[in-house]
């Protein structure tokens, strides 16, 4: 059954750097997001991706965020400053149709960033 | 704002016992729900979802979930929980006209041999 990958599972860096996150989503989705849930705390969404570009973020989402589609099968998050709130459990989802089209997220297994 | 409530962050249940999990919403409108379980090390994945039509929702693993608009609320049962059912289960809705999910704060279950 197909699923969506995610590289590294946990990843170590120092406030200040720059993280990459991986994810390899199914390969027929055309939707992409990526989700977040800081420890004791919800999964919280983050950003979704249509058509190679943003099709809607949330507040969290800001200018220290972004994320590309470089190839056909990857789609990264980048975090260019990392601070020590970043840190947290990483998801990525993809789906063949947007949920308002009654599609359905599948989720990565996720990344866990911690930041000293 | 739209909002999803787990109010039980913990149960636990005996091997065998059935299983009910607590999801109320609070939305404008009808939203749409799922269920997702997460196992340790594991992702998200997807039991059930709930779009429209009828109101008793069949998953995966023997899980069910019945929609109830006058209580907001789209609980998950399974009648007899097996030890493999040990997880975090999350409650999840998105606007019928958006596309991100918002996510309960998940119950975690315990099973006892």
Known sequence: ?116 | AQSVTQPDIHITVSEGASLELRCNYSYGATPYLFWYVQSPGQGLQLLLKYFSGDTLVQGIKGFEAEFKRSQSSFNLRKPSVHWSDAAEYFCAGAKAAGNKLTFGGGTRVLVKP
Not at chain 1, 9 to 38: A, D, K
Not at chain 1, 44 to 52: I, K, T
Request: charged share 20%.
């Open chain 1, 1 to 116: 059954e197909p699923e969506v990958t995610q590289t590294p599972s946990h990843q170590v860096t120092q406030m200040g750097q720059e993280v990459i996150l991986r994810c390899v989503p199914i390969s027929n989705h055309l939707y992409f997001y990526w989700y977040r849930q800081i420890l004791g705390q919800k999964v919280e969404f983050l950003v979704s991706f249509y058509n190679n570009e943003i099709s809607e973020k949330s507040e969290i989402f800001d200018d220290q965020f972004s994320v590309e589609r470089p190839d056909g099968s990857n789609f990264t998050l980048k975090i260019r400053s990392t601070k020590l709130e970043d840190s947290a459990m990483y998801f990525c989802a993809s789906s063949m149709e947007a949920v308002s089209n009654k599609g359905t997220q599948y989720f990565g297994p996720g990344t866990r960033l911690t930041v000293l």
